[in-house]
């Protein structure tokens, strides 16, 4: 996919993440256009879910700096100002976690309004409706008065991606969205995904080792290796034909 920096939705210059001694990210540099899908995959500690964190600021970044929607932040002491700059930057992310830490207490409707209802994002009746609207798009319109107990996994996943969407984000991070899900569940959260970036044309960020979903859905796929993206490229090349030894171990492992 092509672009331009006027479409660029995430811009992640010389990231480098270190946890006290040992540096886990060692120089990232990406970026994500508007409506595209970027599939990150890669063997673990490899540094993938650790850059996905720094572009939510959920983990500060060591060196460099992260844009989203125009907003340009690096690292260091979180001061007032600082927190209240990352809060305008989380304003335009979503992001879907391997366990779905909905709140138990809640029931279903609830755990989608409760974010846009803090932010402002509109009345009661416009932030209910465009739950229900984003319910029914993720196919939980009749679980709405449930509590997440009574779902199965992939119900409670697919809530926690109509949650991160009833923000209107600008980009949906997904970090090993299915990971923690039966085989049989994995299915219908990745179907949910799909219908994100081919009816809604989402932008997306995916740490995934669902090589099929990459092939339907990815525009580009980033290989991480030892904290670093060591080849990208379309599915179409990327997958058949690597360029690096580590690419194709790892490929021949998870197809």
Sequence with gaps: MT?????VVVRIEGLHKSFGHLEVVKGVDLDVHRGEVVVVFG??????????RCVNFIEDPTEGSIEVAGIRLGGGHRTRRKREQIRQLRLHVGMVFQ???LFPNMTVLDNVTCAPRMAGKGSETEIAQRAKDLLDRVGLADKARE??????GGQQQRVAIA????MEPDVML???PTSALDPELTGEVLSVMKTLSTEMHMTMMVVTHEMGFAREVADRMAFFHEGR????GPPSELIASPRYAETRAFLEAVL
């Design 99 to 101: 366990q779905f830490n």
């Design 43 to 52: 063997r673990s500690g490899s540094g993938k879910s650790t850059v996905l």
């Design 3 to 7: 672009g331009t920096s006027t479409d």
């Design 229 to 232: 993206i060591l080849e990208e």
């Design 147 to 152: 509590h997440p107990a009574r779902l199965s």
């Design 174 to 176: 997904f970090d090993e």
């Design 163 to 166: 949650r991160a969407l009833a």
